[in-house]
């Protein structure tokens, strides 16, 4: 039985906990819930493989009722429980679990103290020595940001949509593909590979992984900051209005692309994006629920990886430009004012 740790378990992440889990279902509704006693939990499946790392809250919430895992509009929930839950790597380094397999799905600009704080904890020379870990993520550079020394360090991206809507409950909004890292090991690939399409979900591991990270940044860089500057749902993107804006913030992408070694059909690319605004054109983007939220946003992960790269090689994006400092600006409400810091 193969052992995972979600270090970030969020929405994502907890969503991955339920995906990974041998949970073949749960429990339907709160209500059912309500009856029982403190430590009863009645058919609710109690996962031992899978464990969550995240928010006080959001793991106290389902150390006492479970995860409640909407699956679709006006259903009642599944709910999960979880023998192993963590508000932080103490008391997982206190517990007896021991994961073969730790996903990270943290924002990223919080890549780096993690990895740090993994460093300091001695858990990589303990428990963690032989684990291989996933970034399961938005935007790009993430590898470069989790340096870990020893320990293999693989990506993955979702296409999957998921919504918190509360301590211990959460709301999947969009089906998609989850692509892997090819090489992640043959072992891996069938387990991630059989658990998620037992919950009906697919999986791919991707032998031009590099090349599906920029076709997921294409889409990332023109809907989430639209959004979260519009506060609108994915659907706006496809706005006549802002037709000129996202053709130029393709054109510069697919550009910098070009000069990091990926070639990318334009028109081709452009298609995509606006496919996937409207296959999602209900969904709220993670980027607007930060900004909603107050909360820092990983703008830099996307428009401002762009921008990065594109000053690498001598070029400009200014589109990308606009967003990136206008979302800076909304998520930091305009306290830095003139000292902001410059890309």
């Known amino acids: ?34 009856g029982l006693e403190k430590g009863q939990e009645g058919s609710t499946p109690v996962v031992e493989d899978v464990a969550l790392l995240g928010r006080p809250g959001h793991i106290e919430r389902i150390k006492e009722r479970g995860l409640e ?37 943290v924002k990223t600009y919080s890549l780096a ?118 506060r609108e749902k994915n659907g706006i993107v496809l706005s006549p209005h802002l037709a000129p804006v996202v053709e130029r913030i393709v054109g510069e992408c697919v550009a910098v692309a070009r000069a990091e070694g990926e070639s990318f059909d334009e028109l081709a690319v452009l298609d995509f994006v606006r496919a996937v605004a409207e296959s999602t054109a209900a969904n709220t983007s993670s980027m607007l629920q930060d900004v909603l939220r107050g909360r820092e946003t990983e703008v830099d992960a996307i428009n401002g990886f762009v921008l990065d790269r594109a000053r690498e090689h001598g070029m400009v994006a200014p589109g990308n430009e606009v967003l990136w400092g206008m979302v800076k600006a909304v998520e930091t409400g305009g306290r830095q004012g003139l000292n902001c810091r410059e890309r």
Not at 5 to 29: K, P, Q, T, V
Request: net charge negative; aromatic share 10%; charged share 25%.
């Open 1 to 34: 039985m193969t052992k995972v740790l979600i270090i970030g378990a969020g929405a994502i992440g907890s969503f991955f906990g339920y995906l990974l889990s041998e949970a073949e279902g749960g429990n339907r509704g709160a209500a059912e819930e309500e």
């Open 113 to 230: 103290a993690i990895a740090e704080e993994l460093k300091g904890s001695g858990l990589l020379a303990g428990k963690l020595s032989d684990a291989r870990f996933v970034l399961l993520m938005n935007g790009m550079g993430n590898r470069e940001r989790f340096d870990l020394l020893d320990n293999p360090v693989y990506e993955a991206i979702t296409s999957v949509g998921v919504v918190f809507s509360g301590d211990g409950r959460i709301e999947l909004k969009g089906r998609g593909k989850t692509v892997f890292e090819e090489g992640i090991g043959e072992d891996l690939e069938r387990f991630i590979g059989d658990r998620l399409a037992d919950k009906g979900f697919d999986a791919e591991f991707a032998p031009e992984f590099r090349r599906q990270q920029w076709m997921k940044l294409f889409a990332n860089a023109v809907i989430n900051p639209i959004t979260a500057l519009t």
């Open 69 to 105: 895992v909407t699956l679709a509009e006006g259903e009642s929930p599944l709910s999960i429980r979880f023998s192993h839950a963590f508000a932080g790597l103490g008391e997982f380094a206190e517990s007896d679990f021991a994961p073969e397999v730790v996903i990270v799905t």
